[in-house]
């Protein structure tokens, strides 16, 4: 047995730290990293010339890539094509559009981030429940699940993976002498592996799944047009828009509207006339009036109290923003907060949505409670929060195009350029030649139709930098140094003593089973990139005391990562969590079985493969 060293027991202790961190997110997870990172090099665990090697990994710029890639399809309206598609071959019934939607974006969940794939899905999966009439919520699961599914399919699907080759080759440079060096994973080389398991999810919703999906009371449409009854029952919100004179001797004159926007008694005051300026979400630091004329949203008693309490003259009809609020122009609709967002673990008080946008928020949904006036702004916004938001659709493709949260409308949420598609379309298929052809690094391969898009004018350089989660990046290339320390002061090794002869002498298949375990349970409790970095030196030292092959170790535990259905912890399950109305329930109902038929397939094809 390895003797425990004090550089073993620093790397412990960080390792503790990293989890606690990850676990508790008492601070933001890309923070947590950097410490770590810092920990590491303050130490000496990580040697300075080895310390930052993350931030120019092939993993790190593999990611950023894939992200560009990905927005450059989106903005030529590749997405939208693939939304009529779908509707022209999947028919309108829910055993028809799930499997064709599930598998589409599955596919296409293979070849650029998975949260990116949901998130530009969100607006096609509006468009199919509207026109097929059927209740999202029969479709949101699947498409979520088999996003994650998808990401298996190839090599550059998910982050795990992506950063598995460097983690191999990482390992190939402290292997105990007489041990074969591992090679490194191609493309497709999981293709029948990530092909098996989103077949086999597509077959549990259509067998079993749909059964434990939760019924909607009525179907919800996600476009711009929903009822009036929708936002009503689903959010209490009345979108009955109402015309008032502040009066003379009106209490309201010489108050700015931040002083109103607070109380949840007050109906929501949606636009302003005053002074000859006239504008939809007026900003809180605009004064009303005497003579001003208020857009006012609520309920009428709402209404109607509002007008007896600040001597307000309620006019019959609207006429000052008859042509604001007409349909085509402005309305109500859903964004959901991203993975990245600048608006997470900050109180919703502290932005600005009406000066910065000409947005106004309605009301916030999380796990199906409504947060409605001071309630709401004291909030402190997390990943999947529900904004209801009232305002110009241009206005909300403004919102959109923060990507801070993603819109969940049918409405673009970025201005197209079709006449890009050509360019789109071959630059992407020449990064992926590139990386089949090739033996040209999977980064350069896929940089280089980035840079193309770039170039030919798909996206220009701002839309690249925000088609970035530099979070991600930043945690990727802040926990690349953990792994380099757990293999080169031999902590992976030690671990991996203890935890065999904690099992025991048994077949194979149980230490799989074990890391397979090991990994799906980190990643319902931490990042599924952290989740990788901690277990693939752990998993490939387990497989050399034990006569397993440390390839086909270090495979399960970067697809295991992906095995993440229980809880709503995965950014793809938290994303579709408000439109979806699902709560924790309906994960564990829905995700107990996926997890388990995920590990009965996952194992024996890699098995039967490597």
């Not at 071959?426 to 992926?432: D, E, M, R, T």
Request: aromatic letters at 8%; one cysteine or more.
């Amino acid at each position: 047995m390895l003797p425990l060293t004090n550089e073993m027991l620093m790397v412990l202790a960080i390792l503790a730290y990293t989890i606690l961190m990850f676990i508790t997110e008492v601070i933001r997870i890309d923070v947590a990293a950097l410490l770590i990172l810092v920990m590491l090099g303050l130490s000496g665990l990580v040697p300075d010339t080895h310390l930052f090697d993350g931030f120019a990994s092939n993993a790190v710029i593999s990611i950023i890539a894939v992200m560009i890639l990905g927005a450059g399809l989106d903005r030529t309206g590749v997405m939208s094509a693939v939304a009529n598609f779908i509707l022209k071959i999947g028919g309108k019934t829910e055993k028809t559009v799930m499997p064709v939607v599930s598998l589409t974006v599955g596919s296409i969940s293979g070849f650029m981030q998975n949260v990116g794939a949901t998130a530009l899905f969100l607006p096609v999966m509006s468009k199919i429940s509207s026109v097929a009439e059927i209740p999202i919520s029969r479709l949101l699961m699947p498409m979520g699940f088999c996003a994650i599914l998808g990401g298996t399919v190839t090599m550059v699907g998910s982050s795990p993976l992506i950063l598995l080759n460097d983690l191999i080759e990482t390992s190939n440079r402290s292997l105990p002498p007489g041990a074969d060096t591992m090679p490194t994973f191609s493309l497709f080389a999981t293709t029948p592996i990530g092909l098996a398991l989103l077949l086999s999810g597509i077959v549990y919703f259509l067998v079993l799944g749909r059964f434990l999906l939760p019924k909607a009371k009525e179907i919800s449409h996600i476009n711009n047009h929903k009822s009036d009854s929708y936002f009503r029952d689903n959010y209490g919100i009345e979108k009955s828009i109402t015309e008032m004179i502040v009066n003379r001797d009106s209490p309201l004159v010489g108050k700015m509207i931040q002083e109103l926007e607070f109380d949840s008694h007050i109906p929501h005051i949606v636009a302003l006339s005053t002074e000859g300026e006239s504008m939809l979400s007026p900003p809180r630091s605009k004064f009303i009036w005497n003579g001003a004329i208020l857009g006012v949203m609520g309920s009428q008693q709402q209404i109607n109290d509002f007008a007896e309490e600040f001597n307000l003259t309620v006019l019959p009809r609207l006429k000052q923003f008859k042509l604001d609020f007409n349909p085509a122009i402005s309305g109500t609709s859903e964004a959901v907060v991203v993975p990245g967002s600048r608006y997470l673990g900050v109180k919703l008080s502290e932005f600005h949505f009406r000066k910065e946008f000409a947005i106004t928020i309605l009301a916030v949904s999380r796990n199906n409670r409504i947060y409605t006036g001071e309630e709401m702004y004291e909030l402190e916004l997390q990943l999947g929060d529900t904004f209801i938001i009232h305002g110009r659709w241009t206005d909300q493709m403004g919102l959109g195009r923060s990507r801070n949260v993603a819109l969940v409308s049918d409405v673009p949420a970025e201005p197209q350029r079709p006449q890009k598609i050509p360019f789109a379309l071959l630059f992407f298929a020449l990064s992926i030649s590139l990386v089949i052809l090739t033996d040209l690094k999977l980064s350069l391969s896929l940089l280089t139709g980035a840079i193309g898009m770039i170039i030919f004018g798909v996206l220009n350089m701002d839309e690249a930098y925000r088609a970035v989660s530099w979070k991600t990046v930043f945690l990727l290339a802040c926990l690349i140094p953990l792994g380099y320390a757990m293999e080169h002061t031999g902590t992976a090794a030690w671990i991996a003593q203890y935890t065999i002869h904690a099992l025991g002498d048994v077949h194979q298949i149980v230490y799989q089973l074990a890391m397979a375990g090991l990994a799906t349970l980190f990643s319902l409790v931490m990042s599924n990139v952290g989740a990788t970095v901690l277990l693939v030196p752990l998993a490939i030292n387990i497989a050399i005391e034990t006569g397993g092959n440390p390839l086909v170790y270090a495979l399960i535990v970067a697809i295991s990562t992906s095995n993440a259905f229980l809880l709503p912890t995965h950014q793809v399950s938290a994303l579709v969590m408000g439109p979806g109305g699902y709560g924790v329930k309906d994960y564990l109902k829905v995700g107990s079985l996926m997890t388990l038929i995920f590990l009965a397939v996952s194992l024996p094809v890699i098995n039967w493969l490597f």
